[in-house]
């Protein structure tokens, strides 16, 4: 066999011009995106730090108050109470939502009929907005005239969004509604592993559970962080649901964080503080996102289908 030395230079080498052409553009390229996250997302971000070392209604004047609202807002035990509540709502979202979604979209990625049928029926609360989804459980949930009383079954008739079952029910809700999306991307991870891996080892004798444990969930490693990553992260963002559900009551019972910052700034209006508590939120969400990041190796990118 005769090789040809000129031909293995030229793929060897590569032209100084391939190289600008590779490298040169990206930046212009990524330059409007940019542009878009600097003015609608820095600029603001920047804003409500400004913010919460000020004094302002939302209309007066602005006085310069230093970390007066940060004290204020650390020390004041409704927002303390907010805070555990956020919290409680991260963690009951993600120990609800994860498992669901996680067997929904293994569920869902089968090929037989009745599967995509009933895809169909779990995906239709991505088709209502968050403020119809919560009218609608609200008026249903109503302790006089809402279908729970009307069913004749006594555990349903009792005051859902009273001071006890408030939170747990708009929890509900929230997995209700946010479940099908998450669904939607297990169930897309799963049919992209490749099948010679079932294969293979129901050739080995393998049953259905270990190749679930052994195949399915080591491969879907990178759908997991994404889905989890959306779901702690977008608990900091819960504000219509209860919102609409329960504005914040009875009391504090479901005051959460985002619905502390609305009341804060816009039935108080002390916009100081408000802008406190979005820092704080701010920071939390971006804490998350790279810890989970970080230990979970994600931003190695390698491929999880090596030698298949």
């Not at 080995?204 to 679930?212: H, L, P, R």
Request: glycine residues 10%.
């Amino acid at each position: 066999m005769s090789v040809s030395y000129a031909s293995v230079g030229t793929v060897g080498t590569t032209a100084p011009g391939a190289a600008r052409r590779r490298t040169g553009p990206s930046a212009w390229l990524a330059a409007p995106a940019m542009a878009f996250f600097g003015l609608f997302a820095l600029v603001p971000l920047v804003g409500v730090v400004y913010f919460s070392f000020v004094n302002w209604n939302g209309m007066g004047p602005m006085t310069w108050t230093g970390l007066t609202n940060w004290r204020a807002v650390l020390g004041d035990d409704r927002t303390v109470h907010a805070m555990w509540l956020s919290l409680v709502v991260i963690l009951v979202s993600w120990l609800v939502q994860a498992p669901l979604s996680l067997l929904l979209g293994v569920f869902m990625a089968g090929r037989q009929r009745y599967r995509a049928v009933m895809a169909v029926l779990y995906f239709l609360p991505m088709l209502f907005s968050s403020a119809a989804i919560g009218i609608g459980f609200k008026a249903m949930v109503d302790p006089s005239f809402g279908l729970t009383s009307h069913l004749g079954f006594a555990w349903l008739q009792q005051d859902w969004l009273g001071q006890k079952l408030a939170l747990w029910t708009v929890l509900f809700v929230v997995a209700w509604t946010f479940v099908p999306f998450h669904s939607l991307l297990y169930q897309a991870g799963v049919r992209q592993i490749p099948a010679v891996l079932y294969e293979a080892a129901m050739i080995d004798g393998a049953s259905g559970w270990d190749q679930f444990w052994r195949i399915t969930l080591p491969q879907l490693k990178y759908t997991i962080i994404t889905s989890s990553t959306l779901m702690l992260v977008g608990a900091l963002t819960y504000f219509d649901l209860f919102y609409v559900m329960t504005q914040g009551g009875p009391g504090v019972a479901t005051r959460i964080l985002p619905l502390d910052m609305y009341l804060t700034g816009f039935r108080s209006f002390e916009m100081g503080k408000a802008s406190v508590i979005a820092v704080i939120l701010v920071v939390v969400g971006l804490t998350l996102s790279i810890t989970l990041n970080k230990f979970s190796g994600a931003q190695r990118m390698e491929s999880q289908m090596e030698g298949v």
